[in-house]
């Protein structure tokens, strides 16, 4: 049985990627999957951010997102977010913290 996963990771915006501005040279991915283990919900969120026009740098974490300390547990995108990726079986890219070179 499926469970959903909650991941974040750091990506690089490969030339041509349109989900963030030119100007962006980083940013950090918070990912939602549903999977049978950790790793295949870490390796079908790396291929969505491949995909979606990312270079994978690495993960920061991947959790169990019942378990999952780091969550705001009154955040109602956040369960948004799991609830729409546990009823797709697809995954979802919720919040994305950018940065430019201008960010130093």
């Given amino acids: 049985m499926a ?15 349109e989900v963030v501005d030119s100007d962006v040279i980083g940013a950090f991915a918070r ?5 049978s283990d950790k790793q295949a919900a870490e390796a079908k969120m790396r291929e969505h951010l491949e995909q979606q026009g990312f270079s994978v740098v690495r ?12 969550e705001n547990p ?6 948004q977010w799991m609830k729409e ?18 960010d130093d």
Avoid: M, N, Q
């Fill in 74 to 79: 009154d955040s109602p995108e956040a369960a």
């Fill in 85 to 102: 990726a546990e009823d797709s079986g697809e995954v979802v890219l919720g919040r994305l913290d950018s940065w430019t070179s201008e």
């Fill in 31 to 35: 990912c939602y999957a549903a999977a």
């Fill in 59 to 70: 993960t920061e974490f991947c959790e169990s997102g019942r378990d999952a300390k780091f």
């Fill in 3 to 17: 469970e959903v996963f909650v991941g974040l990771i750091e990506v690089r915006p490969e030339h041509g990627c």
